[in-house]
């Protein structure tokens, strides 16, 4: 049996902490390839949106893009959601038909729900706050992706 591939994803937001605003997601996904390596990255703008949910919209989307079952290397800065996963919280929120503890509905189920799926057909590995050598880049284009935004706006 041939080995999975291994895709690393890159996660940057332009919004850190709880604090509802306008908002930019990038995600880098990189794999080998027989040329070398091969990247494929997106920009998501999202308005009225925090630091949690934007990461969410990153994995969902970049998870759904891969097609084969792979080893996933995950590098995010969004703690919350890397420890809700590694924790196995979010499968917590799964088994109570995506309910708290408390019975309060899970926010942005509808992502989570979608990210359990695509974790059902890779192996994935979440590394929270870990530098990587696409961050400095990530965070230049986000900046001028806001400078952009607010020069249009």
Same mark, same amino acid.
């Given at each position: 049996?041939?080995?999975? %591939?291994?895709?690393?994803?890159y +996660?940057?937001?332009?919004?850190?902490?709880p604090r509802?605003?306008?908002?930019?997601?990038?995600?880098?996904? *990189?794999?080998?390839?027989?040329k070398?390596? !091969?990247?494929?990255? %997106?920009?998501?703008p999202? =308005?009225?949106?925090?630091?949690?949910?934007?990461?969410?919209?990153a994995?969902?989307d970049?998870l759904g893009r891969?097609?084969?079952?792979?080893?996933v *290397?995950?590098?995010?800065?969004?703690?919350?959601?890397?420890?809700? +996963?590694?924790?196995?919280?979010?499968?917590?929120?799964? +088994?109570?038909?995506?309910q708290?503890?408390?019975?309060? =509905?899970v926010?942005? !189920?509808?992502?989570?729900?979608? +990210?359990?799926?695509?974790?059902?057909?890779?192996?994935?590995?979440?590394h929270p706050? *870990?530098?990587?050598?696409?961050r400095?880049?990530m965070?230049?284009?986000? %900046?001028?992706?806001?400078? *952009?935004?607010?020069r %249009?706006?």
């Amino acid at each position: 049996m041939e080995p999975l %591939k291994t895709v690393n994803l890159y +996660i940057e937001t332009d919004l850190h902490g709880p604090r509802r605003q306008d908002g930019t997601v990038m995600y880098i996904l *990189e794999a080998q390839t027989s040329k070398g390596a !091969a990247t494929r990255d %997106k920009t998501i703008p999202i =308005p009225d949106t925090t630091e949690h949910h934007l990461t969410l919209e990153a994995l969902e989307d970049a998870l759904g893009r891969i097609n084969q079952s792979c080893q996933v *290397e995950v590098y995010l800065t969004d703690c919350y959601i890397a420890d809700a +996963i590694n924790s196995g919280l979010m499968q917590q929120w799964q +088994i109570r038909d995506w309910q708290t503890a408390k019975g309060k =509905p899970v926010t942005d !189920a509808d992502l989570w729900a979608a +990210i359990a799926g695509h974790l059902r057909k890779h192996i994935v590995t979440l590394h929270p706050a *870990e530098h990587h050598g696409y961050r400095t880049w990530m965070q230049n284009q986000l %900046k001028k992706n806001k400078r *952009e935004i607010e020069r %249009k706006g």
